[in-house]
C-alpha cells in the first residue's frame, strides 16, 4: 500500500493505493495520527485502491470522529470494487462520494 498525504490550509487530502486491509489499515492509521489535528475536512483518492475491508472501513469512522464531522470526510476517484464494499456495508450513505 502506498499512502500519499497533503495539506492545504484545514484540509488534509490523502491519496491510497492498493489494499486497505487488516494488515494495512493500522499503517494508514498511523499516518494520519499526527496530521488530523486543526483538520476541518479530509479528502480520500481512492482512485488507485484495489480493495478496502472492514479494517479500512474502521479507519475512516476514526477520522469522521477525530474530526467530529461526517461529512468532513470527503471520497473521491472510488474504484467499483471499492463503491461495492462501500455499497453493502451503507457506506454509501455515511459519507460523501464524489
Do not use: C
Request: proline share 2%; glycine share 8%.
Amino acid at each position: 500500500m502506498n499512502i500519499s498525504i497533503t495539506k492545504n490550509g484545514t484540509e488534509l487530502n490523502v491519496a491510497v493505493e492498493g489494499r486497505l486491509d487488516t494488515l494495512t489499515s493500522p499503517e494508514l492509521e498511523e499516518k494520519l495520527e499526527d496530521e488530523l489535528d486543526g483538520m476541518e475536512k479530509v479528502v480520500f483518492d481512492f482512485g488507485k485502491l484495489e480493495y478496502i475491508s472492514s479494517a479500512g472501513l474502521r479507519v475512516l469512522v476514526g477520522v469522521a470522529q477525530e474530526i467530529d464531522d461526517e461529512e468532513g470526510v470527503i471520497i473521491r476517484n472510488i474504484t467499483d470494487p471499492v463503491r461495492d464494499v462501500f455499497d453493502v456495508t451503507g457506506f454509501t450513505d455515511a459519507f460523501v462520494i464524489e
